[in-house]
């Protein structure tokens, strides 16, 4: 059975930084997409940054040049390093891995990690 795992969420202040982690496990052959959703009160969930195998990313706008995601695809983990961080990013943090096949020809499977809260003080 699969399982996404985060930590490093907590409280900071404004213009701090902080850094989340996410480690897949279970049996899983490859992951084609690894990334991190949020979602605030009262809004829907969002993608925050992507990473393929191949190391491409992506980022939404408002958080580009701030937010850094890498991977480690050896390990199936994903980290998002997030500085000057805004009040604006206080969300529940999600890790996602898409396209997961837990074998060779495996169909691929969509992953959710439980969540973790990032909240940031003014």
């Known amino acids: 059975q699969v399982q996404l795992v985060e930590s490093g969420g907590g409280l900071v202040q404004a213009g701090g930084s902080l850094r989340l982690s996410c480690a897949a496990s279970?049996?899983?052959?490859?992951?084609?997409?690894m990334g991190w959703y949020r979602q605030a009160p009262g809004k829907q969930r969002e993608l925050v940054a992507s990473i393929n195998s191949g190391g491409s990313t992506n980022y939404a706008d408002s958080v580009k040049g701030r937010f850094t995601i890498s991977r480690d695809n050896a390990k199936n983990t994903v980290h998002l390093q997030m500085n000057s961080l805004k009040p604006e990013d206080t969300a529940v943090y999600y890790c996602?891995?898409?396209?997961?096949?837990?074998?060779?020809?495996?169909?691929?499977?969509?992953?959710w990690g439980q969540g973790t809260q990032v909240t940031v003080s003014s």
């Open positions: 996602n891995a898409g396209g997961l096949r837990l074998y060779f020809g495996s169909k691929t499977t969509n992953y």
């Open positions: 279970g049996s899983i052959f490859s992951i084609d997409s």
